[in-house]
RNA sequence: GGGCCGUUAGCUCAGGUGGUAGAGCACCGGACUUUUAAUCCGAUGGUCGCAGGUUCGAGUCCUGCACGGCCCA
């Protein structure tokens, strides 16, 4: 292989592979094949031949054809092991020059980590007792032009693995066995919710008023409507106008979108379980979210004890229950006097180096005191219940306590994972509700939201869970970026 | 938004107090027909993130910027 001293090195290592792909050519192969008949997968190989004795592999001499990459290379001149890899396992082959013949031994020294190869071959066991397959009959099935990461420490660059998400999934195994987990989790919560008795929806992604939680949204343009929309920020108003029109257990999990700051907890797409019931209250969603992520916990991961940095999250259930009044008081120096008007939670959030505290209401200044003193601290699964009803808009008071709502918010690993309500189905305290909001400077009020509302909405109880948030705990990882398939990044120079 | 840290070969990483930039893997050549982070021999490979500054001389010191990580708000 000549190789111009001239390029970069990248652009050699580029050159090579191209130049054995030109020879491939040259010899009549194509590289990149339509097609080639897979048998069975390199796990399902392995399933096979796992547990049977090399005598008896040596009798039966069975045949496999399986495809894959090719992983890794062990060369010993006239022969040589490599490993394949597809998406089930790995298994090594071992190639021969005397075995293969001429021809197909010119075609293997010309294939390079990364290259697609499809194979036939009989099962064997080395001396060392590996399952082998010695190989009869090669096919390239797409030549890589990249060097792959390096083979023993994978890609580790955070930045990288996060923009080139590929490599890092096929040169990290727990990065990809992260993201499977991810699928599996999602699932399981499927299932767990069909079986009892939910129906999987699809509602808007683009609103014309945004609305559900508060957050800014994005936004977007319809051209031919000429309409300004914004993305979804939180299904939760169209959920409850299906409650209205006669489904009784609903739910949504897909993507949310909230148009602020990137951090280890946030991503401006994230993914959201929204759930309602007619005729559950917050206190059955409460026994029903410890049912739900207990179940899914065991079936993907399969422990209900999990490592989360230095400490371990114990999911045994029943979990805590604590209002959050008793959650600052708990997590806090401060005492209940305290708490008990602006003037005293003022000067406790100032002391705690709450900032704008002017600008908050009592409500949110609590919810700002809960969460310096507290969240974080909050490892174990807990419930924190009975917040203030003005950051609240669309919950059910607590009966003879208008100031707090029936509503709760579950904390694990100090990570805000669910939050859900008793809903407020009285169409006249809505509209009341939700024009404080607006003249508080939060959006647009929407009357199509109410009107369905004056329709009837039956009790009902309605959740929320952060599915980036669950799985970060269920794989340990201390950052949403690490399981999400491809986070926002700022584009690189060039991009 | 603030603080700290990082950015060196395709990948993983070294490079006290400023003095011609290194290793391992990968790649290339050679030896090797049961290895598995194969081994052995040899060779190639660098805009040291970018832009300025200080200096006889900067990967190293200073400033700014970009991207990322961690912590704080």
Known sequence: M??????????????????????????????????????ESVGAVRERFGEVPAEELEERTPEVRIAGRLQ??????????????????RIQLHLKKDRLGEERWKVFKLLDLGDFIGVEGVVFRTRTGELTVA????????????????????????????????????????????????????????????????LEVETPMMHPIPGGATARPFVTHHNALDLE?????????YLKRLLVGGFERVFELNRNFRNEGISTRHNPE???????????DYELLMEFTEELVTSVALETVGS?????????????????????????????????????????????????GVERIEER????????????????????????????????????????????????????????VANAYTELNDPLEQRRRLEEQVKAGGGTLDEDFLLALEHGMPPTGGEGIGIDRLVMLLTSRASIRDVILFPLLRPRDGD
């Open 2 to 39: 000549t190789v111009d001293k001239a390029q970069q090195p990248l652009e050699q290592l580029i050159a090579n592979r191209r130049a054995k792909l030109n020879e491939l050519k040259e010899m009549g192969i194509e590289p990149y094949p339509s097609r080639f008949r897979v048998d």
């Open 72 to 89: 890794a290379l062990r060369g010993h001149g006239k022969a040589a092991f490599a490993d394949l890899s597809d998406g089930s396992a």
């Open 135 to 198: 190989v009869d009959e090669l096919t390239v099935l797409a030549k890589s032009l990249r060097p792959m990461p390096e083979k023993y420490h994978g890609l580790t660059d955070r930045e990288a693995r996060a923009r080139q998400r590929y490599l890092d999934l096929l040169s990290n195994p727990e990065s990809r066995y992260e993201f499977e987990l991810r699928s599996r989790v999602v699932s399981a919560i499927r299932r767990f919710l069909e079986s009892h008795g939910f």
């Open 229 to 237: 929309l914004y993305l979804r920020i939180a299904p939760e108003l």
């Open 270 to 280: 994230f993914t959201m379980l929204e759930f309602y019931w007619a005729y559950a």
């Open 304 to 352: 209900l004890d999990l490592p989360w940095g230095e400490e371990t999250i114990h999911f045994g259930r029943p979990w805590r229950r604590l209002t959050l009044r008793d959650a600052i008081l708990e997590y806090s120096d401060l005492g209940p006097e305290d708490l008990s008007d602006r003037p005293r939670m003022e000067a406790a959030a100032r002391r705690l």
């Open 361 to 416: 209401s009592d409500g949110k200044l609590l919810a700002e005191l809960f969460e310096v003193t507290a969240e974080s601290r909050l490892i174990d699964p807990t419930f924190i219940m009975d917040f203030p009803r003005d950051i609240s808009p669309l919950a059910k008071s607590v009966p003879g306590d208008p100031d707090t709502v029936e509503r709760f918010e579950l904390f694990i690993g100090g990570l805000e």
